[in-house]
């Protein structure tokens, strides 16, 4: 028992020594626990919501038709010698297109010119009877019926001359006709006959088509009462129009004609608007999707699509930034896509900031560093 004292009394400060180091090295570490910096508030980008005047458009159907047509036909019968044109080629009004043998027709008009030439001399032959007769007369030497007889057939033989006159210029008129000539300039279509055919004057079916395209008409069938609302309010006459695959056509085509019936299968106007074409993209038949103004709205209110919530519910939210900085939600009600914004119709006013990125970081009631993206959210959409 006396050899055990000792080693207990000299044990006993050590093991205070370890607990004392042990408490005071978890009295540093929960300082320096209660020393650690805290998170920033997060970084979001907003944009700030501004009144502006807003033009609406409709999409709708439309078909594109050629400026002018013109089905080629002959005016005289004949075989077809030759043919001048290229197949798709543009053409000038007045170009040559096909050929008919002339033959007939020049032996025709010759023989009309000699028939003149006999009206004429017969002609000549009674004015001299009779102005012979007349000076005869005066001194009784013929009787008066005689020379109302003379005269008569003075006058018989000028209306001759006038008949074969007018027999020469129609046996011009049809000799020319063998020429085909384009009426109008524009687009040739595919040749339906070929040299060597036989083709009758008047016939049903055309030699060929002609379609200017420059410029071209888009048919758009639009309802009757938004025609109504877009002339009451004095909107743009300016139309675009989409191609079928999507394509923005760049080209800004004028309302030009809008018919003055409706269809009362459909309570459709059919309107015309009138496009440049001089890419000629835009070939009749083609069906595009025009935009044509609408409604125009004086105080309207855009909200990128992006800071737009949809709830399960089927409610629709939107995140704002409050003047202190705080996260607010706010329930919203939109009408209509524009663009890559949708038009708003209540739960925010004018100068709200909302969040269009970073949404996934923050919750409501959270402080937020913003930055404020509107002109440049601005210059992405123009």
Same mark, same amino acid.
């Given at each position: 028992?006396?050899k055990?004292?000792p080693?207990i009394?000299?044990?006993?400060?050590?093991?205070?020594?370890?607990l004392?180091?042990l408490?005071?090295?978890?009295?540093?570490?929960?300082?320096?626990?209660a020393?650690?910096p805290q998170?920033?508030p997060p970084?979001?980008e907003?944009v700030?919501?501004?009144?502006q005047?807003?033009?609406l458009?409709?999409?709708?159907?439309?078909r594109?038709?050629?400026?002018?047509?013109?089905?080629?036909?002959?005016q005289?019968?004949?075989?077809?010698?030759k043919r001048?044109f290229?197949?798709?080629?543009? #053409?000038?009004?007045g170009?040559?297109?096909y050929q008919?043998?002339?033959t007939?027709?020049?032996?025709?008009?010759?023989? %009309?010119?000699?028939?003149?030439?006999?009206?004429e001399?017969n002609a000549y032959?009674?004015?001299?009877? %009779?102005?012979?007769? *007349? *000076?005869?007369?005066r001194n009784?030497?013929?009787?008066?019926?005689?020379?109302d007889?003379?005269?008569?057939?003075?006058k018989q033989?000028?209306a001759?001359?006038?008949?074969?006159?007018?027999?020469?210029?129609?046996a011009?008129?049809?000799?020319?006709?063998?020429?085909?000539?384009?009426?109008?300039?524009? #687009?040739i279509?595919?040749?339906?006959?070929?040299?060597?055919?036989?083709v009758?004057?008047?016939q049903?079916?055309?030699?060929?088509?002609?379609r200017?395209?420059n410029?071209v008409?888009?048919d758009?069938?639009?309802?009757?009462?938004?025609l109504?609302a877009m002339k009451?309010t004095?909107?743009s006459?300016d139309?675009?129009v989409?191609?079928?695959n999507?394509?923005?056509?760049?080209?800004v085509?004028?309302?030009?004609?809008?018919?003055?019936?409706?269809?009362p299968?459909?309570?459709t106007?059919n309107?015309?608007?009138?496009?440049?074409n001089?890419?000629?993209?835009?070939l009749?038949?083609?069906f595009?999707?025009? *935009?044509?103004p609408?409604?125009?709205?004086?105080?309207a209110?855009l909200i990128?699509q992006?800071?737009?919530i949809?709830?399960g519910s089927a409610?629709?939210? %939107?995140m704002v930034v409050?003047?202190d900085n705080?996260?607010?939600?706010r329930?919203v009600e939109?009408?209509?896509? #524009?663009?890559d914004?949708?038009?708003?119709?209540h739960?925010?006013?004018?100068?709200?900031?909302?969040i269009?990125?970073?949404i996934? *970081?923050?919750q409501?009631?959270?402080p937020v560093?913003?930055e404020?993206?509107?002109?440049?959210?601005?210059?992405?959409q123009?």
């Amino acid at each position: 028992m006396g050899k055990t004292e000792p080693n207990i009394r000299y044990g006993l400060p050590l093991l205070l020594g370890s607990l004392l180091t042990l408490v005071v090295g978890c009295s540093e570490q929960k300082s320096a626990g209660a020393a650690a910096p805290q998170m920033p508030p997060p970084a979001v980008e907003v944009v700030t919501l501004q009144e502006q005047t807003l033009v609406l458009t409709d999409l709708l159907p439309a078909r594109v038709t050629a400026y002018r047509s013109a089905e080629i036909r002959p005016q005289v019968s004949g075989i077809i010698t030759k043919r001048f044109f290229e197949e798709g080629a543009t #053409v000038a009004a007045g170009d040559k297109l096909y050929q008919i043998d002339p033959t007939l027709y020049e032996a025709a008009l010759a023989s %009309a010119k000699a028939q003149l030439a006999v009206a004429e001399a017969n002609a000549y032959a009674a004015k001299l009877k %009779a102005e012979r007769y *007349k *000076k005869l007369s005066r001194n009784a030497s013929i009787s008066e019926q005689e020379l109302d007889d003379s005269e008569a057939a003075a006058k018989q033989t000028e209306a001759q001359v006038q008949a074969a006159k007018a027999a020469v210029r129609s046996a011009q008129v049809n000799l020319s006709y063998t020429e085909i000539t384009a009426p109008i300039p524009g #687009v040739i279509s595919r040749s339906n006959i070929t040299e060597g055919a036989l083709v009758s004057a008047q016939q049903a079916n055309p030699l060929t088509t002609i379609r200017q395209l420059n410029p071209v008409y888009v048919d758009i069938q639009r309802p009757a009462g938004a025609l109504m609302a877009m002339k009451s309010t004095g909107l743009s006459r300016d139309v675009t129009v989409e191609l079928d695959n999507g394509t923005a056509y760049g080209e800004v085509g004028q309302l030009q004609f809008a018919d003055v019936s409706v269809d009362p299968g459909t309570g459709t106007v059919n309107v015309r608007a009138l496009f440049q074409n001089e890419d000629s993209v835009l070939l009749p038949g083609m069906f595009v999707r025009a *935009k044509v103004p609408n409604t125009r709205l004086e105080n309207a209110l855009l909200i990128p699509q992006k800071a737009i919530i949809r709830q399960g519910s089927a409610v629709t939210t %939107a995140m704002v930034v409050n003047s202190d900085n705080i996260v607010e939600m706010r329930v919203v009600e939109v009408s209509r896509a #524009v663009g890559d914004q949708w038009l708003l119709k209540h739960g925010l006013q004018a100068g709200d900031r909302v969040i269009v990125n970073g949404i996934q *970081k923050v919750q409501t009631g959270i402080p937020v560093t913003p930055e404020d993206v509107t002109d440049r959210n601005a210059a992405t959409q123009g």
